[in-house]
């Protein structure tokens, strides 16, 4: 008798502990105590930009907040590794998969197999192409085709009334990336009505830094000599981590971004906010990688079998040379 009182007495210690230790995870404290969880396998696209590092870390803290049991995996910018980390999602038998697709096409086969395990699937951030309907429920990110436009629509309005060519350089993002194909295709959209406006180079820098600052010195190297001080107009980065890079490489010969060159890039992450109140930088369109909350309620309300809208887009703004320096935001990433 005295053991079975003890023994209860365990329990339901041992229930309350579970209980506060739910609570504490910030998510729903009697649901995660007394159901399962719901496991959401995510597999990311890899590391490549400073945007990159707080998706994930945006995306791990949502869960944790949500309650939501997280099966992580980096592909290290590798569709095979996502493709192989959605297989093992569906052999796990998780609630919901969500990724980041690293390129817009080559993932029928593997959508195909977790549709037909009745497993929903989210795209985070980047969108793919496919001729089959109803590969996966649910978009969430941004709309990159704006992005693009409203870079291209800032520049068109700085060089009103000036007279003369503007050329232009873009750094592209990852070939075959939803992000640099909507980005491309957007500011093309807004600046082809001027024939003022020519690209003279576009070049992948696979949104990385590194790769950005060696384009570009590449670039440099055709378009600037020190004799001549040749230098071109403009450079549109598909990422601020690209324009950092190119800054750099500007730098090192002399030639002084956001002065002797205009500096549009994307993202909006702090280093760029900074480069903007430097005058290093001139425009800056925003992309938020924080969608991470938005994405666990999507899971919850699949997990529950509810509908989820098609496509969620988040809102964001541009951050230029002619706002007030102390507008900018703080930005943790
Ligand atoms: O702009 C870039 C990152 O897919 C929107 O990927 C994302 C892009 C972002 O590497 O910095």
């Excluded at 998510?27 to 990159?52: C, H, M, T, Y």
């Excluded at 869960?63 to 796990?92: D, T």
């Excluded at 690293?102 to 195909?112: K, M, R």
Aim: aromatic letters at 8%; glycine letters at 8%; one cysteine or more.
């Amino acid at each position: 008798m005295k053991k079975i009182a003890l023994l209860s007495a365990a329990v339901t210690m041992i229930s309350f502990a579970l209980i506060f230790i739910a609570y504490d995870d910030g998510g729903d404290p009697l649901e995660n105590a007394f159901e399962n969880k719901i496991v959401l396998g995510f597999a990311q696209l890899g590391a490549e930009s400073e945007w990159r590092t707080a998706s994930s870390q945006n995306v791990m803290d949502a869960a944790v907040k949500y309650g939501i049991e997280l099966m992580f995996e980096n592909a290290q910018q590798k569709q095979e590794n996502q493709i192989k980390a959605i297989r093992s999602f569906i052999a796990h038998r998780v609630d919901v998969i969500a990724f980041s697709p690293v390129v817009e096409t080559g993932w029928d086969n593997v959508l195909i197999e977790a549709k037909s395990e009745n497993i929903p699937v989210i795209l985070v951030d980047r969108k793919i192409q496919s001729e089959h309907q109803g590969l996966y429920a649910s978009f969430l990110g941004s709309d990159f085709e704006e992005e693009g436009r409203r870079a291209g629509a800032w520049l068109v309005k700085k060089f009103a009334g000036v007279s003369g060519g503007v050329s232009i350089v873009e750094l592209r993002g990852t070939d075959g990336a939803s992000p640099a194909h909507g980005r491309a295709l957007g500011f093309r959209q807004a600046v082809s009505s001027d024939a003022r406006f020519r690209i003279v180079r576009s070049m992948s820098g696979d949104f990385m830094r590194s790769k950005g600052r060696e384009t570009m010195a590449q670039i440099l190297e055709e378009y600037y000599s020190p004799e001549e001080g040749r230098v071109i107009d403009v450079v549109f980065a598909h990422n601020d981590d690209m324009a950092i890079g190119a800054m750099e490489a500007m730098e090192k010969i002399g030639v002084a971004p956001g002065r002797d060159v205009v500096m549009i890039s994307i993202d909006a992450q702090r280093s760029a906010l900074e480069a903007l109140r430097q005058g290093r930088m001139n425009c800056v369109v925003e992309c938020t990688p924080y969608i991470g909350e938005r994405l666990m309620e999507l899971v919850r309300d699949l997990a529950a079998g509810r509908e989820v809208p098609e496509a969620v887009y988040s809102e964001e703004t541009v951050f230029t040379e002619d706002g007030d320096p102390g507008d900018l935001p703080d930005r943790p990433y």
